[in-house]
């Protein structure tokens, strides 16, 4: 997000804030599984599932959220206007990025030391993301979760790095 986008994006409502932490939750089980798969240490497979595990109950708190903001009357929830998509671009691109993962133009991950660079590097990018983001943002429910997210991929990126530094020695 540069100056310019940070001015520009509108001020978020709880289902906005929901809504982002989810497709960052999704993001890093999608990040997680495919790096259960290519990790050849015990240590670092431990370490991807027991983040993977993390995320998924991160989601399934995240979601019981959002079934609770529902309108207990109207139905399902439809929003008023669409997610700003210069976060959700943001979000794809930087966090959790799919290039690094099978197919045509993506470059492949073959080491657990390049799956755990990645894990940190996008954990390190999704913290940035919400600093921002909260910096903008002035609602209070909005507010703490974004919050709750931070301080959770602030301990994920905390684990990414002791891992690093146990199985690698940087």
Do not use: W
């Not at 497709?23 to 240490?41: Q, V």
């Not at 657990?112 to 940035?128: C, M, N, P, W």
């Not at 209070?140 to 530094?165: C, P, S, T, Y």
């Amino acid at each position: 997000m540069t100056q310019n986008d940070d001015t520009q994006i509108s001020s978020l409502q709880c289902a906005d804030a929901i809504e982002i932490s989810l497709y960052i939750e999704l993001k890093g089980i999608k990040f997680y599984e495919r790096a259960i798969k290519i990790a050849s240490t015990p240590r670092v497979r431990e370490i991807f599932t027991r983040l993977m595990k993390e995320e998924k109950e991160h989601t399934t708190a995240l979601q019981e959220k959002a079934q609770f903001l529902q309108p207990a009357l109207g139905g399902k929830y439809t929003r008023k206007k669409p997610l700003d998509p210069r976060i959700k671009s943001l979000i794809k691109e930087h966090i959790f990025p799919d290039r690094f993962f099978e197919g045509e133009g993506k470059r492949q991950v073959s080491t657990d030391r390049e799956a755990l660079e990645i894990g940190i590097e996008s954990e390190k990018q999704s913290i940035v993301m919400l600093e921002k983001l909260l910096a903008m943002e002035r609602k209070m429910e909005v507010r703490a979760v974004f919050n709750h997210l931070l301080a959770e991929e602030k301990r994920h990126l905390q684990i990414l790095q002791v891992a690093q530094k146990e199985c690698f020695g940087n």
